[in-house]
């Protein structure tokens, strides 16, 4: 059964950073799209960062240049690194696979078929 797995979350203050990270097991995901999406509650879960089969990455517009989505083939692992966090980057975070698609990726929720139950993230101001 495909399985995916967060875990680094937490609770820091603004200006600090975190590391995601999101184990796969029972499949190889190192050559499908894969993503980490954010939710916060009442409101629709929006893409955060989108990484290709072959590594290529998209950002969405309030996180980049602070956020960097990266995976580890060898450890089938997908991470986010997050630095400058801001307060208003509170939410679940969840990691994603879309494994119909290898280099043209989506950043819609749709896409994505795969899920795992998610990590939180809360940032003081």
């Known amino acids: 059964q495909v399985r995916l797995v967060e875990s680094g979350g937490g609770s820091v203050q603004a200006g600090g950073s975190l590391r995601l990270s999101c184990a796969a097991s029972?499949?190889?995901?190192?050559?499908?799209?894969m993503g980490w999406f954010r939710q916060i509650p009442g409101k629709e879960r929006d893409v955060v960062a989108i990484?290709?089969?072959?590594?290529?990455?998209g950002y969405s517009d309030s996180v980049k240049g602070r956020f960097t989505i990266s995976r580890d083939n060898a450890k089938n692992t997908l991470y986010l690194q997050m630095n400058s966090l801001k307060p208003e980057d509170t939410a679940m975070y969840y990691c994603?696979?879309?494994?119909?698609?290898?280099?043209?990726?989506?950043?819609?929720?749709?896409?994505?078929?795969?899920w795992g139950q998610g990590t939180q993230v809360t940032v003081s101001s």
């Open positions: 990484i290709t089969g072959g590594s290529s990455t």
């Open positions: 029972a499949y190889t995901y190192s050559d499908y799209c």
């Open positions: 994603a696979a879309d494994l119909s698609r290898r280099y043209s990726c989506r950043d819609k929720v749709s896409s994505f078929g795969y």
